[in-house]
């Protein structure tokens, strides 16, 4: 059965990937496409909705799937702790998932940096470098803050983005975030684990949004038919359909 879906954000890099892949695949069909400023639709005839705008349409997008009860899955960056607990509330009614990064690749760094934190322990200092295109406005990256809380989880619990002038020696708790930008990067991820005499790196490397883009109607297509709840990309990956994270 073809998911039906609204596309919110639909002028954008990530709006017009989605949109471009979904034409190609008979799984998917944009029944309605939005702008990061327009107006909801009246009536939804939609399975689900895919947000990559802003905070502020996110926002409307929340309120607007609560209403009609339509799943909701959020790719948008930059929200806030307010926006998060909207987010959580809405969960309480619809099934949502919301992610910095829907490839299938970064999550699978997500597990390995996880393991690795974990074999490494105190020994070993990490750091975390992300380098994306000239035009992306929010730094440090929402999958650099995803990848400071899974180190956080391991101990590393202070996430340093500014060690410019006399900052001190480094303290075993930080991690750094260091953010580059430039040229037409889709998207670079390394976690750095540091020791002495030697030194291991993880990196994710997208050279194509599009990997975004499939993600993200996969997660839509998972979504639709769920039970309410903060359903993670991870979580509907590896177990699929009914697993929730709350």
Known sequence: MTCRILLSGATGAMGRAIAGLAGTDPDFEITVSISRSSSLPEFPRVDALIDFSTPE??????????VHEIPLVIGTTGLD???????????????VCVEANFSVGVHLLYGLVEHAAG????DFDAEVLEIHHRRKVDAPSGTALSLADILARTGKTTAVTDRAGHSGARKPEE????????????????VFFLGDGERIELSHRASSREIFARGALRAAGMLAGQESGLHGFSDLLLTGPGHRRD
């Not at 074999?119 to 105190?122: M, S, T």
């Not at 991690?175 to 390394?190: C, I, Q, Y």
């Open 57 to 66: 349409q996110t926002r409307r997008c929340l309120e607007w799937c609560r």
């Open 81 to 95: 702790d307010q926006d998060h607990r909207a987010v959580r509330e809405a969960a309480g009614v619809i099934p």
């Open 119 to 122: 074999v490494l322990g105190d």
């Open 175 to 190: 991690v750094s975030l260091a953010s580059l930008r430039g040229g037409d990067v889709a998207g670079e991820h390394t």
